[in-house]
């Protein structure tokens, strides 16, 4: 079956760290993969995804590649602020000719972000 | 514009009594999806509903859950005699359209504790 297994948190940063959350995952085929974020309070929100090997998602400085070789896409950001403490997500999608159902996804833990000033 | 509103916040119920979660989707989303995530797991997609319809509920326990999506009205997901193993956060999402290459809007969930 799918899966994703990505980094244990919590994750704390200062200010203007590099930061990254690896993520990796098991599936059938190419499935699209997404990172989504929840901010403390709200809902998960979409954060960039990507749809086919070699893709780059990128959104609010964040970037994550789609690496079929290693089955990875790992999330980065060269300098992280305050606002940036989140819960991060990885997750996939599975493609729809794999007997897979495309509005499944499949979800990560989660890591728990926290950048201090 | 609203978001997906999902009521009550934070659930506590004892073990043998009935837990009722409510999802509110965006304003013109006719899609809802539950996902469930229990303590140390990911999340994971419980059921799909459209209105008046369960389009596909295989991630559903067999046993004392239940969901709906009536025509007026949030959707529901009735959990019937609750055991302490129910105690997870439980995600609400909908789209506007089946959700192939739509992105889903979630909910801040609903945090159930089983005494």
């Known amino acids: 079956g799918n899966s994703v297994t990505q980094m244990e948190g919590p994750v704390t940063l200062s200010e203007e760290a590099f930061l990254t959350i690896n993520c990796t995952y098991t599936?059938?085929?190419?499935?699209?993969l997404f990172w989504y974020v929840q901010y403390p309070g709200e809902g998960l929100q979409l954060l960039l995804k990507?749809?086919?090997?070699?893709d780059k998602g990128s959104n609010k400085g964040f970037e994550a590649t789609y690496r079929k070789e290693t089955t990875s896409f790992h999330l980065e950001k060269g300098s992280v602020q305050v606002s940036d403490s989140a819960v991060y997500f990885c997750?996939?999608?599975?493609?729809?000719?794999?007997?897979?159902?495309?509005?499944?996804?499949?979800f990560g833990k989660g890591t728990l972000l926290t950048v201090n000033p | 514009n609203a978001g997906v509103m999902q009521n009550p916040r934070h659930l506590v119920r004892r073990r043998g009594q009935e837990a009722r979660l409510r999802c509110s989707p965006m304003?013109?989303?006719?899609?809802v999806y539950w996902y469930r995530q229990l303590p140390e797991e990911g999340l994971k997609f419980m059921v799909y509903?459209?209105?008046?319809?369960?389009?596909?509920e295989s991630g559903m326990p067999k046993e004392r859950f239940s969901a709906e999506f009536p025509k007026e009205g949030p959707s529901i997901l009735r959990i019937q005699q609750v055991v302490r193993g129910d105690s997870a956060a439980y995600f609400c999402?909908?789209?506007?359209?089946?959700?192939?290459?739509?992105?889903?809007?979630f909910g801040s969930g609903t945090q159930l504790s089983v005494l």
């Open positions: 999402a909908s789209s506007p359209r089946p959700a192939t290459n739509e992105k889903l809007f």
């Open positions: 599936a059938t085929g190419y499935p699209s």
């Open positions: 990507a749809t086919k090997a070699d």
């Open positions: 997750a996939l999608r599975p493609i729809i000719n794999s007997g897979g159902s495309n509005y499944k996804l499949t």
């Open positions: 304003k013109g989303h006719s899609h």
């Open positions: 509903l459209q209105k008046e319809n369960i389009i596909d």
